[in-house]
């Protein structure tokens, strides 16, 4: 019999499924480079919290926004959402390997580097919110898109509980907010 479903495999290559299964695929990835993030300060002394990059990372977005004509304000929420995921995710890993230093990364990924990718996650993340405005704009359909989105990043991704608790975090607002 044919399959009608497709098989796991080709359902991890096309991303999470539905409207806004792309946005939710942006949202697994930064907070994936949390990870990164975390073992680039782990055992370094560097704080996890940095004021100053996040004005700079919530400065570059109100103004791509603008420029995409989406609400900066909005925009700017959705984006705080993300660091506090990231952090999340931080706190659990620096937790977590420093109970279990068996688990700990043995490299240390360069921050430079790291915050490079996590430039360009704003820009492509804002081009989703932008691509979204619609299906967003509906909140009881763009509940269940959310639910059936991360439902499947969940399940395609393998989110741990930490991830998982994360990601909860990170669409917070991805209904609440009015577009545009
Ligand atoms: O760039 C960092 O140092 C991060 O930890 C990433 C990040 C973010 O999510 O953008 C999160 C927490 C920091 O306070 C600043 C920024």
Redesign the pocket.
Known sequence: MAAEFPAPAALAASGSLGRLGALTDLVVE?LRV?DD?AAA?FGTG?P????A??EQ?LNQVREQASALGLAPDAAAAFFRD??T???VV?RGLFARWTAHPGQAPTTRPD?GE??TQ?DRLTTELLAQLKATVDVRAGRIPCTVQLKLANGSAVVLDRLDALHRQALGIAVHSVCAVSPA
Not at 48 to 51: A, H, K, S
């Open positions: 930064r949390g993030v300060k560097s996890i919290d940095d004021p990059r996040e990372v993300q660091i995921a990231s952090k931080q921050l790291i915050r996590l």
